[in-house]
């Protein structure tokens, strides 16, 4: 949903502003879901992506270890359920996108706005405007790909489902159906965004789901998302990622980086190129 976004209204798109996301389909979302969408808001340019607060968030936030407790719990509900916007509040500029028409996005260039539906085709500079011509010509040129390949025809050589932007509890859960009775055919990376993910996947065995189909269990950690610690591609190695940004030497000098969804980037994995997750049933 989130590179829908950023494709539609551009890396600077929300420059100056804060992005609000409303709606059935985010009224319907979890909190890991929400905060992947606010956490990938700063790469459409924005200073902040926020939801209004609602049963989900209070649900989320009950009990945990610095939530307020007793009549300070109730206390800050009645604050909580103020902040939604008001009814009828103008904004700068409102952007609607129906939900049922977003496909499985994967990126094909060197900026998260560099995005199409696994379904298309890389496209032709000549489509876009004279200003961004020439940045996608360089960009081609540096992922190593041919205007009017299909994207499911683009091989990838690792995958890597990190970050604090999707590797928290559901998204393994997501990577893990997919990965469930198949194999990884390139070197696949599992890194938790935290310990206390970490353990509870572990608690939930999806370690063992990932390790008996090829993939490799690693330490909680930023990784390849930012490729620290010697943790990087190769030149010229194309990796199929759910971190938040693909820009150039991202994951290591020369590094190609297509940023996808975990279950996106498993099917990846188990196919060795970009591929429609939902042809795999997944």
């Known amino acids: 949903m989130i590179l829908a976004l950023i494709a539609l209204i551009g890396a600077g798109g929300g420059v100056g502003h804060a992005i609000e996301y409303a709606g059935s ?16 808001s ?16 209070f649900d989320y ?29 103008v904004f700068d500029r409102e952007v609607s996108v129906p939900a049922a028409s977003i496909e499985p996005m994967v990126t094909w260039g060197t900026s998260p706005q ?36 299909p994207l499911t025809e683009v091989t990838v050589d690792r995958v890597f489902i990190g970050s604090c ?6 998204d393994l859960r997501a990577a893990a159906r997919v990965a469930k009775g ?23 065995r999806l370690d063992r789901v990932f390790t008996e189909a090829g993939f490799e269990w690693r330490e909680a950690g ?3 998302c930012v490729g620290i610690n010697g943790e990087i591609a190769r030149a010229g190695e194309r990796v199929a990622s759910t971190s938040n940004r693909n820009f ?13 969804s975990p279950a996106m980037a498993a099917a990846a994995a188990v196919t060795g190129r970009l591929t429609d997750v939902r042809t795999l049933g997944g």
């Open 114 to 149: 560099d995005c199409a539906p696994i379904t298309e085709r890389v496209p032709y500079p000549d489509a876009f405007d004279a200003a961004r011509r020439e940045s996608l010509g360089r960009a081609l040129a540096y992922m190593g790909l041919a205007p009017g390949t």
């Open 165 to 170: 932007t999707n590797s928290r509890l559901e």
């Open 182 to 204: 198949r194999h990884a055919v390139v070197p696949a990376w599992i890194v938790p965004g935290s310990g206390l993910i970490r353990q509870a996947a572990e608690a939930e």
């Open 222 to 224: 930023c990784s390849m």
């Open 25 to 40: 389909t985010v009224r319907a979302m979890s909190m890991d879901e929400r905060m992947t969408v606010s956490n990938m």
């Open 248 to 260: 150039e030497g991202r994951q290591g000098p020369g590094a190609r980086t297509h940023l996808m």
């Open 42 to 57: 700063i790469e459409a340019g924005a200073r902040s992506g926020m939801m209004a607060p609602d049963a989900t968030t």
């Open 61 to 89: 936030l009950r009990g945990r270890p610095f939530a307020p407790r007793a009549e300070q719990w109730e206390a800050a509900l009645a604050d909580w359920a103020s902040l939604p916007t008001d009814p009828g509040a």
